[in-house]
């Protein structure tokens, strides 16, 4: 299932807005105030601003988590999985179901 959302900014644009958060945090208080000043001169909400530097955190290693790449491969791997499971019950109940017809029709006069 894909995302309803769009991407408004490209990733150029991402990746300079968490570069200035995170230089300038210093000369703010928090870094949501940080964030905040920011995000009103690019056009973005200080809570997707946030989210960006949460993620470039966790995936630069600075911050615990799971890095986006690791993360994306997983959820690929869970859906490959589930697909294989499901193809699995789908032969495992034809395999029954011909081995059940053969046995009727060995037994058929």
Avoid at 62 to 91: C, F, H, T, W, Y
Wanted: with cysteine; aromatic share 6%; glycine share 4%.
């Amino acid at each position: 299932m894909m995302s309803q959302t769009t991407n408004k900014f490209s990733p150029e644009v991402r990746e300079r807005a968490v570069r200035m958060v995170l230089e300038h945090e210093g000369e703010h208080p928090s870094r949501w105030s940080a964030a905040q000043s920011i995000a009103g001169k690019i056009g973005c909400s200080p809570h997707t601003l946030l989210d960006w530097v949460k993620k470039a955190d966790r995936d630069s290693g600075r911050a615990p988590g799971i890095p986006s790449d690791v993360a994306a491969k997983l959820k690929a791997l869970e859906r490959e999985n589930r697909e294989l499971r499901q193809a699995n019950e789908i032969l495992r109940k034809a395999s029954a179901y011909f081995a059940q017809a053969e046995l009727d029709r060995r037994f058929k006069p």
